[in-house]
Every structure is written in structure tokens, then in C-alpha cells.
């Protein structure tokens, strides 16, 4: 049974926490160390919320890691929370296996490129026994143990030579992962890989609904005060309709996220509603932060101003899991709305 | 003037000066009147109609003669080269002209300001008159090649006094006068191609305005009106643009390729097509030197093509659209809207709609402009500019 799609107390509560943790330590355009965010983040257990009490985490559900990553895409965080969903979903898919169970307990890496969507192929990594071969390329928030998707298993492994790549969002950034030979332990999971990337999919819809929501914020704040012509550019028509309409975006991005975030927790209408998500507000996000940089004019191009933070990392979510068009054809069929 | 006319003097200057000496070439290439072949005799040019300048470029191009490299001097040959034809004295046309068009001199734009931008009439840069000079005090901002130009096209305040279109007037600034004082301002790119230029009593001859005191805002016109043309209205072949570079991303990555991008990509080929084509119509129909209004149309269109297609470019890329080539702060001394890689070209393809104009501006100009709807109430016509809000 769906529960409502307005916060509770207790998402009320950690969305406090979090935003404070934030607003103490914004995101700093030539600072991108989130070091200090994050460990506040994992002494609050907002590192571990799915993860059951038995093995270390909070035993909450995925609607609390959705408000979390909402509040961090307000913030443009510069934290591995993305790569840490995706690694723990993943890994919850197989808490039979005592290997997996561990490495709930640490940090991991699911390695798969960013731009993967559920059901997508993967890289080739070649199995020799216990040893990987292979390269992922492109892969987010690498750290931890190394969980590897090869052969329909999950190995785990710590042995890679990883790459760090020059990102576009410096934000979140990606790198190179090559197995020679790894290796690896065998953790058998079913659809795991598959499972993770739509939960990351339905998340990730949340921070992009925090990043759209800060463009928005920061836009009308400034159109408020900025003067041309005798008179505050917000006064003009042409603008507050812009504004309006990204406005009512946000309103139907915010709702399909909280419910794609909430059908992870009941099961219900889970696929559907990740994709329906994903799909719709990645294209909010980037619609805002493109708007943000235009109506700031030329402060908008500046590396001083934070909008260029937020229009890269909401131009690379856009790719990440799944482009919309892609996940448009996953929702298709569920939808019974066939090719 | 014929097409045989014009091949017949390009052979000429081909058989009298050596190719290899670039200086040298352009500048008897400029007073063989092959510059700009619109431009009178004299400076450049030899009052032929513009339309046949792509025949002296081709023929030039196929001998292997060296050119102006107009990337990067974009700004003296789009902007300042026709305001200073069209309202500078005679001097200055035969000092200005000449190394402006060689490359020998790079010019830039100080138009606006912290507080002036879409209004850029609002400007507050003062110059004050002192004997046969003007002293100039003020902040200009997003300055593009301050930090390689001799020279400025500058706009300042003469009367604070009275209503702000009428009391501005236009200037030639040297930047290498004592006073002015350029420095870096870095872009979403990483690089800082454009600048905040603070100017302390700048002293500026009499003999470098351009146009009546009182008359900067007709004369800035002039430029502006170039500017929306230089930007968006070069004639170039078939996917000459970013339709061509997003095209051959395409063509080289099948893998990548779904149908929905298909779509939009085969979309926005056709409009960049009609697009090129609408520049050539609107070139054929211009008379030399005097852009319509027209142009901000073509800049309109042009900055929205080029992001859309720079943005599914990157979205195409998916793997390799997460990553960028260098974040460096560099000065480039070319601005290259469509070089580098995938999303340095999304990202700089969103200053096409701030810069020149806002798209913003430009649709309020086609409104009132050209469609001749009402105008946009105004509080800051009839006042004088030091009482306007801000
Ligand atoms: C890459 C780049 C290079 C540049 N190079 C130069 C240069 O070399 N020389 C130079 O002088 N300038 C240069 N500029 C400055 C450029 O001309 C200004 O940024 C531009 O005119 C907008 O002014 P602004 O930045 O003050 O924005 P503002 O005027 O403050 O505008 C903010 C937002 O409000 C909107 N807006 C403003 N007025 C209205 C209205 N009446 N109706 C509806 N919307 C409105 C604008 O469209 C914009 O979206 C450059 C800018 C860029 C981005």
C-alpha cells in the first residue's frame, strides 16, 4: 500500500539534518572536497539508510535515501552518495552471501559506467576461473570494494588500476576501471545488476528535482533584484512565464520522484514509475539549470557563479542510468503503450 | 565590377607579392582593394557588391595565400570595421581600417558594464572633457579579447543630465593607455576568453571619438546591428556549423545511435539547413554595410540550434559525454564556438544567447521591431539617467 507522497515527520526531520549539514558546508567552485560533508552524512546514517540494523545500517527504506539525495542535488554536493546507492542495492540482492554482507559494512563501488540503464548491456569483462579482464570506462564515485557484474554474478575484488578521468561534472566525477587478471570473489545475485540500476534511477530523479528546485529558487531571487531598463527584469511578462512553467515542471518532477522513491519501498509499480521518473525529471533538471544560466546573463558563464555546477551535473545525470529517451522505451511496454 | 574583373586583380596581387611574407601579403591584398571588396577604394575594398567577396576568398584560398585568421580578430573585422566606415572621419579610417583588417591590430568591445548589460543605454563609465582630451573613468565587463587588443570601441556617459539615450557618446580607446587595466574573468568553459576592464582616468584624444558627442547611442547602433549579423548570419557551406561537427559524431558512432536522437538530430539538421540558407537570402538582399534588423533573427535561431545540437551531441555521447577534455585556465586568443570536444561545445554554446544581445532582447526587438507590436511600458525614457532606479 503506497504511503502519501508528502514527506513524513521523519523525512521532515532528516531533510533538516541534511540541508544543515549543507548550509554549513556549501559547495565551494574551486574547493570540490566533500570529505567533510560526507562524514557528517555517515555519522548521522545517512550513508546507510537501506541497509538492514542487523548489518550495520539503519534498516530505513529507499523514500529516506530519496530525501537525502533530493537535499544533496540542492547543495551540488560533491559526495559518492549516487555510487554508494547503487553498490548497496546491488549488494542488498545478495545479504545471504557472507561476502556481500561485508561489503554492506564498508564502502563499495558497483562498477558499471554511469551512462548504464537497467537491462542495457555492459562492458565486457572477461571470467578466468576467480581472475577479471576488462575495462569499465566512465564509472562514478569509484571507492571500496569492487563489485563487478560479469558472467550473470556479482565478484567482488579490491585489484584495478583506476583512472581518474577530467569530468564534466567535477561534481560527481568518473573514472577508468581495468581488471588484469583480478582476483575476485563470486557472489551470486539474480537481476542484481538490473535492480540497482533502477533504484539508482529512481533516487537520482530525486536529486534532480533538488537541483532544479535550487535553479529555480536562485533564478526568481535574482530576478527579483537585478535592475535594467529602470526596473526589476523580473517585472518583465516574457520571464515570469518562463518562470511559471519551469515552476509547474518542478511541481509534476517533485510528485513523480517521491513516488518512484516510495514504489521502491512497496514493490508497487516499481519499474513504471523509476522510469516515468527518471525520464521526466532529468529533463526538469537540465531545462532549469539551462534557464538559470541564461536569465543570470553574463554572470551565468562565469566560473565564479555556482550555476555551471549545477548545469554540468544536471547535464551528466541526464545520461546517467539511462538517457530519457531510453527509459522512455523501458516505461513503454509497461505502460502497454507498445512501439 | 565582374567576377572576371576580380579574378583578374586577385592574379595580379598574386603575381607581384610572395604569399610567404603574411604581413606584407595582406596588407597589399588590402590595398589592392581585395579586403572587402564592398568597402570603398581606398580602404580595402573597391565598392563591388558583397556578394562577390566569396569569389576573391576562393580564389586566394586555392593559391595557398595566407588569410586574416578572422577568429580572431572577429570583433575589429564584424563590429568596429563597419561603425568606424560608417561614422569615423576620413583619418581615422585611413589609420584604423588597415591593421584592423591585417590582424596587425585586434580590437575590442568595451560596451558592458556591471549595471549595463541588456541595458546597456543604463551605462554609467564616465568621460569627462579636459582640453583637446577626454578623461574616462569607469568598470566595463565580459570583455572578450581585452587581454590581446591595441584597441577598443568604448561607449561613455558625457551628460549624466539627461535622459540616457541622449547622453552618450562613442570612442576609440587605446588599450594600451595608461589607466586601463584588464584582467581575467573565467568562463563555465574553464577558460577566460573574456575579462573585466577597469578604467582609471583613461585619457582619450578628441580625434579618437567617433560620431558627435551626445551621439554614441546612433553610432553603437551601427554595431550592434553587425554584431547579431557577425554572430549568427556568416555564410558558410552545408553543415558548416555544429550541424556538421554533432553530424560527424553521429556518422562515426553507430553503436550509439536510437531513434528518438535520430529524430531530434535529423530535426535540427533541417532547421540548420534553412537556417544557412535564410543568411544567404537575407545576405543577397542586404545593401553593403547596412544590416536590417533582420539579423536578429538569424541570431536567434542561431543560438538556439547550436545549443540543442551541442546538448544531444553530449547526451549522444553518453559514456564519453560524462567526461571533458581540460579545465585548465587557459586566455585563448580565438574564440571557437564549435572546437574542442563535446561539452566544451555545450557549454559554450550557451553564451550564444547572452552574448550580443540576449535572445531575450532579441525577441523583444522582433516583437516591437519588425512586428511592430506596442512597446514594452518604459520608465526610463524621458528621465534624466542619474535619477533612474537601479
Ligand atoms: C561569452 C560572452 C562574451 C561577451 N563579450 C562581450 C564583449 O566583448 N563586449 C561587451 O561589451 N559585452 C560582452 N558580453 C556581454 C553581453 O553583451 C551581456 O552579457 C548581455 O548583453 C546581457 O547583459 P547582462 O549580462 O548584464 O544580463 P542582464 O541584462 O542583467 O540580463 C539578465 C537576464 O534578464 C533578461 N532580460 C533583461 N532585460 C530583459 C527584458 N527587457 N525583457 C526580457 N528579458 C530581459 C536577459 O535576457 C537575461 O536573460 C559578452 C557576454 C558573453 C556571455
Given at each position: 500500500m503506497s504511503q502519501s507522497l508528502v514527506d513524513t515527520d521523519v523525512e521532515t526531520q532528516l531533510r533538516t539534518a541534511v540541508a544543515e549539514v549543507l548550509e554549513d558546508n556549501p559547495t565551494k567552485v574551486d574547493d570540490l572536497d566533500g570529505a567533510t560533508v560526507w562524514s557528517a552524512l555517515r555519522a548521522m546514517g545517512a550513508t546507510t539508510l537501506p541497509v538492514p540494523e542487523?548489518?550495520?545500517?539503519?534498516?530505513?527504506?529507499?523514500?529516506?535515501?530519496?530525501?537525502?539525495?533530493e537535499e544533496l542535488g540542492r547543495a551540488v554536493a560533491p559526495v559518492p552518495f549516487l555510487g554508494s546507492v547503487l553498490a548497496t542495492a546491488a549488494l542488498l540482492r545478495a545479504t545471504d552471501d557472507p561476502h556481500a554482507a561485508e561489503a554492506l559494512r564498508g564502502d563499495a563501488t558497483l562498477v558499471v559506467p554511469l551512462s548504464a540503464w537497467p537491462g542495457g548491456p555492459l562492458p565486457h569483462i572477461t571470467v578466468d576461473g576467480d581472475r577479471l579482464t576488462g575495462t569499465v570506462r566512465s564509472v562514478a564515485d569509484v571507492r571500496g570494494t569492487l563489485v563487478v557484474p560479469a558472467d550473470g554474478a556479482l565478484w567482488l575484488t579490491e585489484q584495478a588500476d583506476i583512472t581518474p578521468v577530467t569530468s564534466l561534472d567535477r561534481t560527481r566525477p568518473v573514472a577508468d576501471v581495468e581488471f588484469s587478471g583480478a582476483k575476485a570473489v563470486r557472489v551470486a545475485a539474480d537481476g542484481a545488476v538490473e535492480h540497482a540500476l533502477r533504484v539508482g534511477a529512481a533516487i537520482l530523479a530525486a536529486e534532480q528535482v533538488g537541483i532544479a528546485e535550487w535553479c529555480l529558487d536562485t533564478t526568481v531571487a535574482y530576478l527579483k533584484q537585478r535592475y535594467q531598463f529602470g526596473r526589476p527584469v523580473g517585472s518583465y511578462q516574457?520571464?515570469?512565464?518562463?518562470?511559471?512553467?519551469?515552476?509547474q515542471e518542478i511541481v509534476l518532477a517533485r510528485a513523480a520522484a517521491k513516488a518512484a522513491a516510495d514504489a521502491l519501498d512497496t514493490g508497487e509499480d516499481a519499474a513504471l514509475l523509476a522510469?516515468?521518473?527518471?525520464?521526466?525529471?532529468?529533463?526538469v533538471a537540465v531545462h532549469a539549470a539551462e534557464e538559470c544560466v541564461q536569465l543570470h546573463g553574463g554572470i551565468g558563464m562565469t566560473w565564479e557563479h555556482p550555476a555551471h555546477l549545477y548545469l554540468k551535473r544536471a547535464k551528466a545525470d541526464e545520461i546517467a542510468l539511462g538517457t530519457p529517451g531510453r527509459l522512455r522505451v523501458l516505461l513503454a511496454p509497461l505502460a502497454d503503450l507498445p512501439a | 565590377m565582374t567576377e572576371?574583373?576580380?579574378l583578374r586583380r586577385v592574379a595580379a596581387l598574386l603575381a607581384e607579392h610572395d604569399t610567404g611574407d603574411r604581413t606584407a601579403f595582406l596588407r597589399a591584398r588590402f590595398d589592392a582593394g581585395l579586403a572587402w571588396v564592398h568597402f570603398p577604394e581606398g580602404l580595402g575594398g573597391l565598392g563591388a557588391p558583397i556578394a562577390l567577396q566569396p569569389?576573391?576568398?576562393?580564389a586566394l584560398a586555392a593559391a595557398g595565400a595566407p588569410d586574416n585568421n578572422p577568429r580572431r580578430i572577429g570583433i575589429g573585422l564584424g563590429m568596429a570595421a563597419p561603425t568606424i566606415l560608417r561614422h569615423g572621419t576620413d583619418a581615422q579610417r585611413a589609420r584604423?581600417?588597415?591593421p584592423l583588417w591585417t590582424g596587425e591590430e585586434v580590437w575590442c568591445q568595451l560596451f558592458s558594464e556591471p549595471g549595463a548589460g541588456s541595458d546597456l543605454a543604463g551605462l554609467a563609465t564616465r568621460a569627462r572633457r579636459d582640453g583637446d582630451d577626454w578623461v574616462v573613468t569607469g568598470q566595463k565587463v565580459w570583455t572578450s579579447s581585452a587581454h590581446t587588443a591595441r584597441w577598443a570601441i568604448l561607449i561613455a556617459r558625457t551628460d549624466p543630465d539627461v535622459p540616457k539615450h541622449a547622453g552618450m557618446t562613442y570612442f576609440i580607446c587605446d588599450m594600451t593607455a595608461p589607466g586601463v587595466d584588464v584582467r581575467p574573468l573565467r568562463q563555465i568553459t574553464g577558460e577566460a576568453e573574456f575579462n573585466e576592464v577597469f578604467l582609471t582616468d583613461v585619457r582619450i584624444p578628441d580625434a579618437h571619438r567617433l560620431g558627435d558627442v551626445g551621439d554614441g547611442w546612433r553610432v553603437a547602433q551601427t554595431t550592434l546591428m553587425n554584431e547579431r549579423v557577425a554572430i549568427g548570419g556568416r555564410p558558410m557551406p552545408r553543415e558548416g556549423g555544429m550541424a556538421g561537427v554533432v553530424a560527424e559524431t553521429w556518422r562515426q558512432n553507430p553503436e550509439l545511435r536510437t531513434p528518438e536522437l535520430h529524430d531530434r538530430l535529423v530535426r535540427l539538421w533541417v532547421e540548420s539547413e534553412a537556417l544557412r540558407l535564410a543568411g544567404q537570402r537575407l545576405r543577397e538582399s542586404l545593401a553593403a554595410g547596412h544590416p536590417g534588423p533582420e539579423g536578429s533573427a538569424m541570431k536567434l535561431a542561431f543560438a538556439r540550434l547550436s545549443q540543442r545540437l551541442s546538448g544531444l551531441e553530449v547526451e549522444f555521447l553518453a559514456a564519453d559525454g560524462l567526461r571533458y577534455g581540460d579545465w585548465t585556465m587557459r586566455r585563448p586568443d580565438v574564440v571557437d564556438f564549435t572546437g574542442n570536444d563535446a561539452g566544451y561545445r555545450y557549454l559554450?554554446?550557451?553564451?550564444n544567447s547572452i552574448e550580443g544581445g540576449t535572445s531575450e532582447i532579441l525577441r523583444g526587438i522582433i516583437a516591437e521591431r519588425i512586428l511592430g507590436l506596442p512597446a514594452e511600458a518604459r520608465v526610463d525614457k524621458d528621465v534624466p539617467w542619474k535619477d533612474l532606479p537601479r
Open positions: 542487523e548489518l550495520g545500517g539503519q534498516g530505513a527504506g529507499w523514500r529516506e535515501v530519496a530525501v537525502v539525495a516574457a520571464l515570469k512565464h518562463r518562470l511559471a512553467d519551469l515552476w522510469y516515468a521518473a527518471q525520464s521526466l525529471c532529468a529533463e | 572576371e574583373d576580380l569569389v576573391v576568398e576562393r584604423f581600417l588597415r559554450r554554446a550557451k553564451g
